[in-house]
């Protein structure tokens, strides 16, 4: 039986947990904030088609060449994706890419008010580099509402 003695506290053998959850509260919100901004990306209206999806191959990202409504090209690979790109710049990254990884997947992704030429010249640009299949990235069709 502990003796308590005039002066001295009975030591606690349990955890003090509320700093932990506060921390735990300010990385929540920090990350409820910085979530959104990580997903925002080229403003790209894709057209919709009942296509099935790829599928995925293990640990490489597909190489996607998007192309906006002003026809401007933006790679997702390089030190800064959002930022429209030349045709000749799109040719040396994605050749790069597709050296390193020649399995990799290669999708266009361009916005339904593009000229078709332009899709076509982002195309070639991409069978330049290397790639021999190339994919088009679409939005899935609405579904209709089932009645019950």
Do not use: C, W
Not at 15 to 37: C, E, G, K, R
């Amino acid at each position: 039986m502990p003796a308590l003695t005039k002066g001295k506290r009975r030591l606690m053998g349990d955890i003090n947990v509320v700093p932990y959850i506060d921390v735990m509260l300010v990385l929540l919100i920090i990350f409820m904030i910085t979530a959104p901004l990580l997903t925002q990306g080229i403003k790209v209206d894709l057209p919709k088609a009942a296509a099935e999806p790829i599928p995925a191959q293990a640990n490489l990202t597909p190489l996607v060449l998007s192309i906006d409504a002003q026809g401007q090209l933006y790679l997702n690979l390089g030190a800064n994706p959002r930022q429209p790109i030349d045709d000749q710049t799109a040719l040396v990254r994605a050749t790069a890419a597709l050296r390193r990884a020649p399995e990799r997947a290669v999708l266009v992704n361009g916005d339904k008010a593009v000229n078709y030429g332009r899709v076509v010249q982002a195309m070639v640009i991409l069978q330049q580099a290397g790639a021999h299949k190339v994919g088009f990235q679409t939005d899935p069709l609405p579904k209709a509402p089932t009645r019950p």
